[in-house]
């Protein structure tokens, strides 16, 4: 008798909660949230190379982010492996991934990953006996490399100096300009 009132009490409120459930279910739906308005911004990137006061190298990239863009540039690099005489490539460049989100008082985020890696020079690395180089030695390229995450709130037409960052074995100083604009 028991387990009969147990079993109906809970077919009862197994349907007083289907029932809830399907009222809920029949309500008019809410007006759909407005899609967030994409604007087109034009974000230039300069990566600048400095030796004291001195600017020695510019690097310019322009992306139109709508929200969102990326640049993968650069070069596959062969360095030796080794085994074998065999040659691996490394990728050297530049990879930017932007995003810019329209904030409050026309201003914007702008979320960036930087990358950037080089060649500086080469390092003489002994090889095995037989193998290319005429004293034991193969020239390995040294490969330089800079990163940095940012999150930058910034108003159209402005311009900023974002990241300075010194290199530790070279002593060189590296510095991030970047401007942002909006796409006419």
């Not at 030796?51 to 992306?63: N, Q, V």
């Not at 080469?122 to 193998?131: I, L, R, S, T």
């Not at 530790?168 to 796409?183: I, N, R, Y």
Request: hydrophobic letters at 40%.
């Amino acid at each position: 008798m028991k387990r009969a009132a147990l079993s109906c009490l809970c077919l009862a409120m197994i349907s007083c909660a289907l029932l809830a459930f399907a009222q809920e279910k029949a309500k008019p739906e809410e007006e759909p949230i407005a899609a967030a308005k994409v604007t087109p911004v034009k974000v230039s990137i300069t990566f600048v190379e400095l030796e004291g006061e001195k600017k020695t190298k510019s690097l310019p990239y322009t992306l139109v982010a709508a929200p969102s863009a990326k640049i993968r540039m650069g070069s596959r690099v062969p360095v030796y492996t080794g085994k074998d005489h065999g040659m691996q490539y490394l990728d050297v460049g530049s990879n930017i991934d932007c995003q810019a989100y329209r904030g409050q008082d026309n201003t914007f985020d702008l979320k960036l990953s930087l990358d950037r890696s080089w060649i500086e020079g080469d390092v003489p690395v002994a090889v095995e006996k037989g193998a290319q180089g005429a004293n034991g030695q193969f020239p390995e390229p040294v490969i330089r490399q800079f990163r940095s995450d940012l999150t930058l709130v910034m108003r159209d037409g402005q311009t900023l100096d974002s990241t300075f960052a010194t290199d530790p074995l070279s002593g060189k100083v590296f510095k991030v300009e970047v401007a942002l604009s909006l796409v006419k």
